[in-house]
């Protein structure tokens, strides 16, 4: 196998792992409507847009981190998930997700 192959495999699996993580975070509950969601059939919502701006205004570790990502239904509930345009609630889970990544490079310094 190829290293480029090999690199896009394991993102696969890395994106998959996170997408379980979430789903098991939220025991299968749907973030945005509170009902079931099936293992086969959910989408990752991000909470604060993947958005050029919004990337250069927070940080892609921001945007990318799995605070601000939630397992949600596809179409409406993925879209309810949105507070990009709600400052308050975007510095609040910016706020949050800084403190779990400083929380995060103390135990790995450990």
Request: with cysteine; hydrophobic share 35%; aromatic share 6%.
């Amino acid at each position: 196998m190829n290293q480029s192959k090999a690199r896009t495999e394991g993102k696969r699996r890395d994106q998959w792992e996170e997408r379980l993580a979430i789903f098991d975070r939220q025991n299968g509950i749907c973030a945005c409507c509170g009902r079931p969601l099936a293992l086969d059939d959910f989408e990752i919502a991000h909470r604060i847009m993947n958005g050029k701006w919004c990337i250069e205004k927070y940080g892609r570790e921001v945007i990318d981190h799995p605070l601000n990502k939630a397992a949600t239904h596809r179409g409406r509930c993925n879209s309810g998930m949105l507070i990009t345009y709600n400052p308050v609630k975007v510095e609040s889970l910016v706020r949050q997700i800084k403190a779990q990544i400083e929380l995060d490079s103390l135990d790995k310094r450990s």
